[in-house]
């Protein structure tokens, strides 16, 4: 391979790279859609039939998609890892790595996150909303509900 085959396979892989993180970002937001749908249902439908367990179904739904977000933003996170190699290597600071390694390096990078780091991707703002919001709306209204604050 010469190199501006080499150069141009790293100008490929870096801009495949760039889309997929798009389009994570777009199926993100496609979950907090999901949500918001899915939970704000729940919550008018358990009101609508006077039943206070829908409530824990909208906190249930909720946290489910706030984990599957977390999920994808974990996966999304994975390619940066080969992206910043890859920037480095055009900015002058590393030597040239070999192109055509995404799949590798993401599975690699991936690998190694571990229950910290998802812990910490879980309470990233752009992460736990509006999921964790409507979760704790639909714990606190049952809690009131429960306790007769709040008539159903």
Not at 25 to 40: E, Y
Request: aromatic share 16%; proline share 4%.
């Amino acid at each position: 391979m010469t190199k501006e085959q080499h150069l141009a396979f790293l100008k490929d892989e870096y801009l495949q790279l760039e889309r997929s993180i798009e389009e994570f970002d777009g199926r993100a937001l496609t979950i907090k859609q999901w949500s918001v749908s899915f939970s704000l249902v729940a919550l008018v439908g358990s009101f609508a039939a006077h039943a206070p367990a829908g409530l824990l179904i909208s906190v249930f739904g909720s946290c489910l998609f706030w984990w599957i977000e977390c999920m994808w933003k974990t996966f999304q996170y994975a390619f940066y890892e080969r992206i910043n190699l890859i920037e480095d290597f055009f900015a002058g600071k590393c030597a040239c790595p070999l192109p055509l390694q995404i799949g590798r390096s993401w599975y690699e990078r991936w690998s190694c996150l571990g229950g910290k780091k998802m812990c910490r991707i879980l309470i990233w703002p752009r992460v736990a909303l509006p999921h964790a919001a409507i979760a704790i709306l639909g714990f606190t209204l049952f809690v009131l509900v429960i306790a007769g604050v709040i008539p159903m």
